[in-house]
Nanobody, 120 residues
Framework: QVQLVESGGGSVQPGGSLRLSCAAS????????MCWYRQAPGRQRELVAL???????NHTDSVKGRFTISRDNAKNTVYLQMNSLKSEDAAVYYC??????????????WGQGTQVTVSS
């Protein structure tokens, strides 16, 4: 059994910073690409950033220069450092990971979501 647990959401003023964490645990053999998505009310879930196991990174254009994704393979954890937050960044943020479990089954797993509020 595999689970992803997120932490670090909260409420900040515009221009502020938050750091999200997502830790994978359970019967894990290997973790591939790890991602952060977000979903604002009335909008589709969108990919914010991804990092491959080898460390290749991509961020969606709207967050480039402000957000940074990173991972610690030893801790099975992915992070999202969010700086210069704007009101349009407010959403529920979800982590996602492609995980091979110890039974060598591959599946995509999701965290429970963490709320990010940006308001003055």
């Amino acid at each position: 059994q595999v689970q992803l647990v997120e932490s670090g959401g909260g409420s900040v003023q515009p221009g502020g910073s938050l750091r999200l964490s997502c830790a994978a645990s359970g019967s894990i053999f290997s973790i591939g690409t790890m991602c952060w998505y977000r979903q604002a009310p009335g909008r589709q879930r969108e990919l914010v950033a991804l990092v491959t196991r080898g460390g290749s990174i991509n961020h969606t254009d709207s967050v480039k220069g402000r957000f940074t994704i990173s991972r610690d393979n030893a801790k099975n954890t992915v992070y999202l450092q969010m700086n210069s937050l704007k009101s349009e960044d407010a959403a529920v943020y979800y982590c996602n990971a492609r995980i091979i479990d110890r039974g060598f089954r591959t599946d995509d797993y999701w965290g429970q979501g963490t709320q990010v509020t940006v308001s003055s």
